[in-house]
Nanobody
């Protein structure tokens, strides 16, 4: 059964850090590009970051560039999103998704259920 499971969300103060995990099962995630997306209440889903499957090249939305980083651990079939200097506007449900291929392009074939991140004092 193909599955993506996110974890690591929670409540954090502005300026704080969190590390989200996206664990894949039922397929080998190192052959897939993995993207992170977020959706805030009342807003459309937006792409946050993505890591390609071949050489691990990472791409980031301008809104998070310099504050977020992506890492792959192929042995654990897991991709991590390290988030720093978090802002209240970063409050959202964060989801990971997998694209069957090298590049970070749609369509994303598999999606996780998401994990809530709340940035508030």
């Amino acid at each position: 059964q193909v599955q993506l499971v996110e974890s690591g969300g929670g409540l954090v103060q502005p300026g704080g850090s969190l590390r989200l995990s996206c664990e894949a099962s039922g397929f080998t995630s190192d052959y897939y590009a993995i993207g992170w997306f977020r959706q805030a209440p009342g807003k459309e889903r937006e792409g946050v970051a993505c890591i390609s499957s071949f050489d691990g090249t990472s791409y980031y939305a301008d809104s998070v560039k310099g504050r977020f980083s992506l890492f792959r651990n192929n042995a654990k079939n897991t991709v991590y999103l390290q988030m720093g200097s978090l802002k209240p506007e970063g409050t959202a449900i964060y989801s990971c998704a997998a694209h069957r291929g090298v590049k970070c392009v749609p369509p994303f074939d598999y999606w996780g259920q998401g994990t809530q991140v709340t940035v508030s004092s």
